[in-house]
């Protein structure tokens, strides 16, 4: 135990010469009382600091939830609408003039939307206007040389062979007329909901390949296949199998132009992450004036300008299935063009329709 000791020597009347000793007065105070408020000073100095810490840590959840994360989901949001995603909606936590200004970000995002819908609405229009009249041109083109054919093949001095040739144009303008009639179709029907179902990557390229073989500007062409396998994803086979066809019928056609003999190649290449089709030809190679928009409607490879639809469709049909196509490479001799689909989103395909027939299949249970 500690002490505070005082002393002091009490006075006498001995003379200091004196042998006796001055006796000296010693006071001793004990620490104990003042150690122990000084314990119970500092555990009140803890539970204060420690309420203290509850309290704030308290505050700092309420901000948090009222400001902080209600911000950050308004950031969030402002960065997904500037990346063209309208469907990202916010929650309504938060402050009051959190919440609010939430509101008026829903109410501007749905408008948006709607905006962005109806100017691709009047833009697909004006677009189908064009292709109409545009198609129009050539169907009147493609019936006045099917007619002047006819004449001709009625002809009673024509040889069985001149009748052949002229019955092979009639059958190139019935085929012109309809893959017109197919493009003007398929691209209305762009942007709708698709219909996959798991399907053989393999059938389907050689039914497009089958498809073009029959078509007048395939006749002549080497077509070779490379790397088809087994593969079974989940595509819209009708949708995905025109595309391939598109950029077939304009491989073969390009290849034609060329120097040699006319040969397009197809080469399937599987990776973990994606699915690409590639299809090479030996035409003369995209020119330049067309390269950056060669993807846009009535602009083909042969001419700046025209009726040419078949890249647009494959490059919609392709980012309807989560991918795209690219000009990868483009010179004298060597044009490649390349579908690139990734298994993400193929996968979330499947996903979807099995999610749609487990819910059509649920038993719906009647009242007794």
């Known amino acids: 135990m500690e002490y505070l000791a005082a002393s002091e020597r009490l006075t006498t009347s001995v003379r200091e010469e004196s042998p006796t000793e001055i ?9 104990e009382q003042a150690t122990q408020l000084l314990n119970r000073v500092n555990r009140w100095v803890l539970a204060l600091a420690l309420a203290a810490l509850v309290v704030g840590s308290g505050m700092m959840a309420s901000i948090l939830r009222n400001l902080t994360r209600p911000i950050g989901t308004l950031v969030e949001g402002t960065r997904a609408l500037a990346q063209g995603n309208f469907d990202y909606k916010l929650s309504e936590d938060g402050a009051s003039e959190i919440r609010e200004l939430s509101r008026a970000f829903e109410r501007m995002r749905i408008q948006l939307r709607r905006t962005q819908r109806e100017l691709l609405d009047s833009e697909r229009l004006a677009t189908i206007g064009r292709m109409a009249s545009s198609i129009s041109h050539d169907l009147r083109h493609y019936l006045s040389a099917m007619y002047a054919n006819a004449e001709f093949m009625s002809g009673v001095n024509i040889s069985q062979s001149e009748r052949e040739e002229l019955m092979l144009e009639v059958q190139t303008a019935v085929q012109g007329m309809t893959d017109l009639l197919d493009s003007l179709l398929l691209f209305t029907q762009t942007g709708r909901a698709l219909h996959p179902e798991c399907e053989s990557i393999t059938l389907m390229i050689q039914r497009a390949v089958n498809m073009v073989r029959s078509h007048p500007a395939g006749r002549d062409v080497k077509i070779t296949l490379n790397g088809l396998s087994s ?11 025109r595309a391939v066809y598109n950029l077939l019928l304009n491989a073969c056609q390009a290849a034609k132009r060329g120097q040699g003999p006319a040969a397009v190649t197809l080469t399937l290449i599987e990776s973990e992450r994606s699915i690409q089709i590639r299809i090479a030809d030996n035409g003369p190679g995209v020119p330049v004036l067309v390269r950056q928009k060669i993807f846009l409607p009535f602009v083909s490879e042969s001419r700046e300008s025209g009726t040419g639809l078949g890249l647009t469709l494959a490059q ?4 309807e299935h989560g991918g795209g196509i690219e000009l990868e490479e483009t010179t004298a001799g060597n044009t490649v063009f390349t579908i690139s689909l990734p298994r993400a989103a193929l996968q979330a395909l499947g996903v979807a329709v099995e999610k749609k027939t487990s819910v059509a299949h649920i038993p719906v249970h009647e009242k007794g």
């Open 231 to 241: 593969l079974e994803v989940w595509v819209d086979a009708k949708k995905l199998g």
């Open 23 to 31: 006796p000296q007065l010693v006071v001793l105070k004990s620490f």
């Open 316 to 319: 919609q049909i392709a980012q």
